[in-house]
């Protein structure tokens, strides 16, 4: 069983940063791919980055490649998105997620349906 708690979240002008935790419980290493999503307004969720803790292998969505960094604290079970050059359409609701994985993420099965456990997700705001 898997628990995943957010925090972190606020509201930042354009071009500033945020930085997103995530503290998991269970034993993710090797075992799970853990993604963040975002919802935001009048859109469906979509996965922005993945990363497999076992490796630390990450992949990203284009709309934040270059902007966002997705990174672990195996001491602390902690996973964290640092988000830089925000912009206003990256206002929403963020998740972290988890789903059972062997062998990696890649980035096909980067969608809500694949996962199976989720944070409570936490608001981000973007002003210009």
């Known amino acids: 069983q898997v628990q995943l708690v957010e925090s972190g979240g606020g509201s930042v002008q354009a071009g500033g940063s945020l930085r997103l935790s995530c503290v998991v419980s269970?034993?993710?290493?090797?075992?799970?791919?853990m993604g963040w999503f975002r919802q935001t307004p009048g859109k469906e969720r979509e996965g922005i980055g993945n990363?497999?803790?076992?490796?630390?292998?990450?992949y990203y969505a284009d709309s934040v490649k270059g902007r966002f960094t997705i990174s672990q604290d195996k001491a602390k079970n902690t996973l964290y998105l640092q988000m830089s050059s925000m912009k206003p359409e990256d206002t929403g609701i963020y998740y972290c997620?988890?789903?059972?994985?062997?062998?990696?993420?890649?980035?096909?099965?980067?969608?809500?349906?694949?996962?199976?456990?989720w944070g409570q997700g936490t608001q981000v705001t973007v002003f210009s």
């Open positions: 990363i497999y803790p076992g490796s630390d292998s990450t």
């Open positions: 997620a988890a789903r059972r994985s062997l062998y990696g993420c890649g980035w096909s099965r980067t969608v809500p349906g694949d996962f199976g456990y």
């Open positions: 269970g034993d993710i290493y090797g075992n799970y791919c």
